[in-house]
């Protein structure tokens, strides 16, 4: 049955924004009440009405104040800010609200004495680097330097990509879940068990895992239901791991254990490799551009991540050349950063070649900002990997309720509209011809090179490289 107009509605949206002209009403809060009398300030300009809950007693006209709100007049948002020491006695909260110690600078001695021994033993050791390993105080050049001297294989995620150079024995790109289901210690540097590791279900059964986040919520997520820490360290992981560097000086994984690693790693590219090869019925296959832009990313590129399908293969294909050159938008993948961060990415690091990875559904998001490039004169480089479809969606949606309502878009003209714009524009459909598809990006690095945003509109065609890999 049809819901009437104006009836507050339930919308399941994409992470980030997705509540702007909607009658829905937003529950949130802090974990404390601000300090100020004023209502709270930043979903302000995005909603009808933004209030907060001062007293439990007052939670029904609030929320009644809000729902009016919301339906009435020109139907928007509202939101209701709840702070947890209003919901909650304040005995029960205290400790969660007094100010936090802040996440040491060095570990403490104990956690980094168990865990040298934890890893001098094992066999089969794995470090898994996150991007809370990049944050301050400790430099990425320091960090590397620890994880080359451990001498333990890694797998690198998120802002954490590039952290060792792309040739690195060391680093390992493919086969982490059966990589983690054979390592015998684990440990999880700025990494969460959350859906990017299966919650923790992962892990070989005796495996020794310690984890190290400054966050103790994220340092715990999903313990005890799929998995168990054998230490747990609240503290900065990038810290713990120079520390442990240190007490383990001269250390290096069994020899056997990393050529077995190396060999896999080896076997999937080769694979992949193999898989770019074969044309598919109509325009690119997404493997052999992704190749094609890997032969001549230099060494001072920068690469931002803003779709899914595409960004998802992309992940398996390009390499960052160095620390932080490796921007996407987090676990959560909000859709729509790659404008922005491009922009704030040549801005800080203006010899950088910047490389924005654009979905075809993502670019629409940000693709005015082309004007804002143009104008303030910022050369960069957007490659958009259009198969006409919101395709990570469809991977799963299809074969679950088989149909693809909501998913397909058009092979749109959107190089024309960078042009239009002031920039430059290329179409990238030039066949599975790996010579052009180079000739192409050649072309769009010499325009951006002469101080020109590029934008390569590259026809893609139905691939199943990443059939099944979506992760919920």
Known sequence: PSVPPGRIGVAAVTAGPGMAESPCCLLGGPGRSPGHPSAPSVPGPCVNRCCRLRACATSSPTLRRAIATATGGTPGPVFVELPIDVLYPFHVVQKELGA??????????????????????????????????????????????????????????????????????????????????????VLLAGTVCDFRLSYGRLFGRGAAVVAVNRDRAQLLRNADVFWKPRLAVQGDPASFVLDLARALQGFAAPKEWLERLRESDSDRDRQIRAKALVPPPCHLNPLLLLQALEQLLPPQSLLVADGGDFVGTAAYVLRPRRPLAWLDPGPFGTLGVGGGFALGAKLCRPEAEVWVLYGDGSLGFSLMEFDTFVRHKVPVIALVGNDAGWTQISREQLPLLGSAVGCRLSYSDYHAVAAALGGRGDTGDVGDIEDRVLAVLRAAQAECHQGHPVLVNALLGPSDFREGSVSV
Not at 116 to 129: F, G, K, N
Not at 133 to 151: D, M, Y
């Open 100 to 185: 936090p110690n802040p996440p040491g600078a060095a570990g403490e001695a104990r956690p980094v004495q168990l865990c040298s021994e934890l890893l001098s033993r094992a066999q089969r050791p794995l470090v898994l680097v996150g991007s809370q390993a990049l944050l301050p105080p400790t430099p990425a050049e320091e960090l590397r330097s620890a994880l080359l001297s451990l001498g333990v294989p890694c797998y690198l995620g998120g802002a954490a990509r590039g952290l060792l150079p792309p040739e690195c024995p060391l680093l390992l790109r493919h086969g982490r879940r059966e990589a983690l289901r054979q390592a015998d210690l």
